[in-house]
T-cell receptor, first 114, second 110 residues
Framework: NAGVTQTPKFQVLKTGQSMTLQCAQD?????MYWYRQDPGMGLRLIYY???????DKGEVPNGYNVSRLNKREFSLRLESAAPSQTSVYFC?????????????FGPGTRLLVL | GEDVEQSLFLSVREGDSSVINCTYT??????LYWYKQEPGAGLQLLTY?????DMKQDQRLTVLLNKKDKHLSLRIADTQTGDSAIYFC??????????FGSGTRLLVRP
């Protein structure tokens, strides 16, 4: 099992460009999450999907959209990137939203917006 | 809402014990977690504790929970250089989401 995979690993964007971060899990988990990690701060939740077909906003959703494509895949889209979105983005999944002890994280996508 | 705070940095000698502290604000948090993040990697769950427990031990790791003071600690016995990493405390809020502290960077000196 690969666990949680994310692509790309690194990306540099210019302000105003768009991109989609991809995430996939092979653990048959129901719930998936997108976090961002900024220097000196803990992870902050951007969006989550409690189950296939549902998505909800987290703590910092502005400037992002998500798609739960199927049970395995959960993508994060930046429509018009801004320098404030420079961060490391982590995808995670859990068996179910109440079983956070089963949460597995991907290796992260490092995004730089110039 | 929930707020989780940790000290930023801890340095210990190899073989000593490390104690990383965390405080949280929401007394209704049912689960509290410790994660480890190595350079360039994602977070790895180390251990967690349910709020009706005072202590949990798992090999070299001991978690202590003081519910009255809303204080959580992680003790690593016989700390090794491989334990050097950032350690995050997190609390589950009332809507089953994790609220993370800002992380404690542990440096283990040979």
């Amino acid at each position: 099992n690969a666990g949680v995979t994310q692509t790309p690993k690194f990306q540099v964007l210019k302000t105003g460009q768009s991109m989609t971060l991809q995430c996939a899990q092979d653990m048959n988990h129901n719930s998936m999450y997108w976090y961002r990690q900024d220097p000196g701060m803990g992870l902050r939740l951007i969006y989550y999907s409690a189950s296939e077909g549902t998505t909800d906003k987290g703590e910092v959703p502005n400037g992002y959209n998500v798609s739960r494509l199927n049970k395995r895949e959960f993508s994060l889209r930046l429509e018009s990137a801004a320098p404030s979105q420079t961060s490391v983005y982590f995808c995670a999944s859990t068996r179910d939203r109440v079983y956070l002890e089963t949460q597995y994280f991907g290796p992260g996508t490092r995004l730089l917006v110039l | 809402g929930e707020d989780v705070e940790q000290s930023l940095f801890l340095s210990v000698r190899e073989g000593d014990s490390s104690v990383i502290n965390c405080t949280y604000t929401d007394s209704s948090s049912t689960y509290l977690y410790w994660y480890k993040q190595e350079p360039g990697a994602g977070l790895q769950l180390l251990t967690y504790i349910f709020s009706n427990m005072d202590m949990k031990q798992d090999q070299r790791l001991t978690v202590l929970l003081n519910k009255k003071d809303k204080h959580l600690s992680l003790r690593i016995a016989d700390t090794q250089t491989g334990d050097s990493a950032i350690y995050f405390c997190a609390a589950m809020d009332s809507s089953y989401k994790l609220i993370f502290g800002s992380g404690t960077r542990l440096l283990v000196r040979p």
